[in-house]
DNA sequence: GTTAGCACTCTAAACAGATGAGTGCTAACA
DNA sequence: TGTTAGCACTCATCTGTTTAGAGTGCTAAC
């Protein structure tokens, strides 16, 4: 059976009606809603292909028909690319005195959720391509150093570790110039055994504790919790009676609350970057159990100086993906090394 | 009418049978379950007379009954204290590895919801009553100076902020000394503007840049969104019946996400340091209109160093008190000041 | 003061039609 | 050959009714 255009029409009209209703939409509907002008009768038997193609479905006999996850599928890859629609403006994106990437990760969440009805989901960018561009050691107190790490961004991250030996002020002094003009402008994952070597011949007498002191570094640049993930308007799912119902609902909060599971589906997304990097999963494609009700739309953000991560949005199967997909368009094209912008005018409003 | 011992016996029974299953309690059920040896029609008499006296209600006629926000109230306020059970030893309170404050909050709030099948939360403490430690600036950028101020309990915040005038190193040393030695064992409190004039004269040429470092400093103690609430356990609202009915479940977990009106919540309890610091929030006497069918109970916590913040447990009214406010005595009594040594155990660990 | 007995109330569950949306099929039509 | 009108059929949903059971309040007896 081959999908002609005027079985597309049909298709299309069913998944954008169910997105708006919720309901199975039956053949009537269809007949008055598209300009195909055709009666009721013959809609019914385009359905009824449709159906054998497996694209639609209906929940019980004499009931309407939804879209399958296949129809979505197909609904995604083919079909929405022709009628791209206006994307409305994105209100509220008020970015105010932003000095950590964190906060504006969170109020981007926020803004999305309420923009979109749908759940987000943000993780933090890894740091791990991301450039030094400070690093300051000071004693604390007696054999506790603290560690000030800056990276490109000016992304701070700090540790308190305890040293063996005590060190004179003027070695403390020493040994920060040193870190700073061996590893300035070098990425985490640049700093090999080579340079290690090299700092730790250089620091002489103290180069054991070169060691201990990158390994603070290299700790303080890692993420808390591994990755950190916000989350924001899981309530959105509310609206949705078909997710609403009690053991669905659940299980999503709980995911949402728990974010594990989220860095990791995010994650496997971040791996093959094919497309414009923004991905579409519906139901059964999702690796969580507890979204298989669900669609999750995935992009890869990039705010420069390797401070890459990713943004999902979280809804029903009948979600707006038009809308979503232009959303998230959008942002990220705002995105795109506007953080350095931000950082600039935010710094200059907090003085 | 005056509640003898026996009207207390049975208000106690209806509370915790209610409090177990979830249903209005009858009379023949209290007939059986307590050692009174009563029958049921005397029982009923009781209830009458109870019900008078607003203690307890019938959801409709020809049900059994269940406690009043009143009854609730009186119970923990009188009948709690007589016969305190032994809290069961709390699990999983492995802490582990922990540099810093925030982390250590939400683990706890997470084993906190884990041992009580509640939701809780956990505002960090604030730092106005905490002694500085330990301040440094350094030039991050031209013009850009990095502020990392450490405060008792190893508590590390930075900010990095604009300055008009220039500075050579000599000078950011100089006044990073100067900082160190007037305000070292101050608290943000303590600071006022006689030592803020002090410092200007003791800075001299760059008096004017004292009061920018100063707000900066400020800035960077004030956590960053004015008062941080971790929150954990939301999805155990689902577990009561009488919770997750649609729309209480979500004005609920909308509450728990935003976090703002929990704060609102706590800050209010911290005022009055009644009793022994430990406070039950019965359904009305709440002051979040969502939260009218909950009841909250909340204690203070103090990690020694001027560090207090505090714990909330949220559960339907029927929650169980005794545990609850067993569990949060138990874990306030491990709590007191022994974050440091946890502290200092992490980071022996760590290096 | 306590208890047994009984009538009464009200909820929840179970059941039975009635309604109507929607289908599939067939036959007629262009 | 594709389209349409008509019709019988299905099934979820709604509505009203019945039934069972839990629990009460009251009264009269102990």
């Known amino acids: ?42 809609i019914r038997n385009e359905m009824a292909d449709l159906e054998e193609m497996g694209l639609i479905v209906q929940p019980h006999t004499s ?13 995604v890859d083919q079909m929405m690319a022709d009628n791209r629609r206006e994307v409305a403006e994105i209100k509220d994106l008020v970015v105010e005195r ?59 991250r700090n540790t308190i570790f305890d040293v063996d030996e005590g060190l004179t002020d003027e070695e403390l002094l020493s040994l920060n110039l040193l870190l700073n003009t061996k590893l300035n402008g070098l990425s985490m994952r640049e ?42 308007g899981a309530t959105n799912i509310f609206k949705y009676p078909e997710l609403s119902g ?16 989220l860095g990791e589906l995010v994650r496997s997304g971040l791996k093959e970057e094919a497309g414009e990097g923004i991905q579409v999963y519906i139901g059964e494609e999702l690796p969580v159990a507890a979204m298989k009700d669900c669609s999750v739309v995935t992009a890869t953000y990039d705010l420069g100086d390797g401070m890459r991560g990713s943004i999902g949005i979280i809804g029903p199967k009948r979600m707006d993906y ?22 600039a005018i935010g710094n200059k409003e907090q003085t």
Chains 1, 2 share one sequence.
Do not use: C, W
Request: hydrophobic letters at 40%; charged letters at 25%; zero cysteines.
């Open 246 to 261: 009690s053991q669905t609902a659940q299980d999503l909060i709980s995911t949402l609350e728990d974010k594990k599971d």
């Open 322 to 343: 038009q809308k979503v997909v232009g959303t998230l368009q959008k942002v990220m094209d705002q995105l795109d090394g506007a953080y350095k912008k931000t950082l």
């Open 191 to 232: 700093i090999n055994l080579g340079i290690i070597k090299d700092i730790e011949a250089a620091a002489g007498a103290h180069g054991a504790i070169v060691s201990q002191v990158l390994d603070a570094v290299a700790d303080a640049i890692r993420t808390d919790d591994d990755m950190q993930v916000y989350t924001s």
């Open 98 to 156: 932003v000095d950590r990437v964190e906060l504006y990760l969170k109020q981007m969440a926020k803004v999305l959720a309420a923009n979109t009805n749908y759940a987000t989901m943000i993780t933090g960018p890894s740091y791990h391509d991301t450039k030094l561009k400070f690093i300051q050691l000071s004693r604390v107190d007696a054999g506790k150093l603290l560690a000030v790490v800056v990276v490109e961004g000016n992304v701070i």
């Open 1 to 42: 059976m081959e999908l002609d255009e005027r079985k597309a029409k049909i298709l299309t009209a069913i998944i954008q009606n169910y997105q708006e209703t919720g309901e199975p939409v039956g053949s009537r509907t269809i007949s008055k809603l598209t300009d195909l002008s055709l009666s009721s009768a013959t």
């Open 63 to 75: 009931a309407g028909r939804i879209p399958t996850d296949k129809g979505y599928r197909l609904y």
